[in-house]
């Protein structure tokens, strides 16, 4: 249990037995009246968002909440099979749990998932995957002097800005939170 006053965007928490994170989270001070601390939840389950208001000295469950690392397999329609490592046990997730970067998702891919009380709520990419480049424009010479981008088209059929010298067939590291281009691998 924490106090309201403590929470911060991205806290994992139960409200009304329910399991939330926060999306906002703001003080505020109303002179004689108290204070009070303004919310914006997201469910975990539904995926609306509830604005709420605690008293700042309301006291707030955190659930327990477990990191997994599992190896992403195949796909099953719009669902995702993922398998232990340490287990080999397989489980089927649907594609909602990747969020945003489930076009960086090739086979084999270690992911990082997220467990609260024996459900699967999250799963997360690394920070950086390596993509082979399967489409782009012809490199052109002289065109490494400027700075320009072009566009091409990954393994996973993403589609991402690349400098003018990255041609097909290359592999480059593309940062999953923002989907820009970062380097060559090595």
Do not use: W
């Not at 037995?17 to 002179?31: E, F, L, S």
Request: glycine share 6%; with cysteine.
């Amino acid at each position: 249990m924490i106090k309201a006053v403590d929470l911060r965007k991205g806290k994992t928490i139960v409200h009304n037995d329910a399991i939330y994170t926060v999306h906002t989270a703001t003080y505020v001070a109303k002179g004689n009246k108290g204070s009070y601390m303004s919310c914006k939840l997201k469910g975990l389950k539904d995926g609306n968002m509830h604005d709420v208001r605690f008293n700042v000295n309301d006291r707030v469950a955190i659930p327990f909440m477990e990191s997994k690392e599992l190896e992403y397999l195949y796909q099953e329609g719009e669902n995702y099979v993922l398998m232990d490592n340490e287990t080999y046990d397989q489980v089927t997730v649907s594609g909602d749990l990747f969020g945003d970067n489930l076009k960086f998702l090739k086979s084999n891919e270690q992911v990082s998932a997220t467990i609260c009380e024996g459900e699967m709520i999250q799963v997360e990419l690394p920070m950086v995957v390596e993509l082979e480049v399967s489409d782009a424009p012809p490199v052109v010479k002289g065109s490494t002097v400027t700075n320009q981008s072009k566009e091409a088209i990954l393994e996973t059929g993403a589609k991402i800005k690349v400098p003018p010298f990255i041609a097909i067939g290359e592999i480059i590291r593309v940062d999953t939170r923002t989907g820009e281009y970062m380097d060559r691998a090595k």
